[in-house]
């Protein structure tokens, strides 16, 4: 989702850049460094990777309002919250160098596309895990698949809102002509989160750093 910077006042684009590194700033003191697993800090690299292709094939019809899938959800669910935060950091600011962001509203979009779902998927996955059964398709159907189709839905609302409150596009025109084909996307992303995470605990579980074999298989409190 790129917004192109002049769409927006500095006072707004400084304000969400310094919410921005605001949030990666607590995200950096959250992560136990040391004791990261080399393994999974390169399926992590590989998560990068992989989602800046997503949002290399972008499609859109107006400035501002591109379609693609985020990967945000399966990012926070393969690495964890805040790893996940740095991570589409980093994927960000590839976007940016390549040029396919604009450098100038990068904080709005990372609070938009990053912050927004992170912590969806975030708090969703407490929730679960403190008043769900421990089961295996509890994580998938729920925490992967419906949260993951949610939190773009919310991206997109956040979105939507932003461009109609800074009167780039008409309220009715985003609502009506924009909003539904967000609302179809969210099923792809859902889909697709659903699908990539299925496969990742199952014959990579050790990737997935929320997800347990002794808290979801053998309902056994974790290590």
């Known amino acids: 989702m790129n917004l192109p910077a002049d769409f927006f006042s500095p006072p707004i684009l400084l304000t969400a850049g310094a919410g921005a590194l605001a949030v990666l700033g607590l995200a950096a003191t959250r992560v136990r460094w040391r004791k990261l697993d080399p393994v999974a800090l390169n399926a992590w690299m590989g998560a990068c990777v992989v989602i800046i292709l997503f ?3 972008s499609g859109g019809f107006k400035p501002g309002l591109s379609f693609h899938l985020l990967g945000s959800t399966a990012f926070a669910l393969l ?12 994927v960000l600011l590839a976007l940016a160098a390549w040029g396919t962001l604009d450098w100038g509203s990068l904080g709005l979009v990372f609070l938009i596309c990053v912050a927004c779902p992170v912590t969806i998927t975030g708090v969703a996955l407490r929730l679960a895990q403190r008043f769900l059964p421990a089961n295996y398709f509890i994580y998938l159907f729920l925490n ?51 699908l990539m995470m299925s496969i990742f605990v199952v014959y990579k579980p050790h990737w997935v750093a929320t997800f347990d074999d002794r808290r979801y298989l053998y309902n056994k409190p974790p290590l």
């Not at 690495?79 to 980093?90: E, K, Q, R, S």
């Open 79 to 90: 690495a964890g919250p805040w790893m996940a935060m740095i991570g589409m950091a980093i």
């Open 55 to 57: 949002w290399q094939l």
């Open 144 to 194: 992967a698949f419906l949260i993951g189709g949610a939190s773009f839905f919310a991206s997109a609302l956040l979105l939507v809102a932003t461009l109609g409150l800074a009167g780039v596009y008409p309220a009715d025109e985003l609502l009506y002509d924009v909003l539904p084909f967000y609302f179809l996307l969210s099923w792809s992303e859902a889909f697709t989160t659903g």
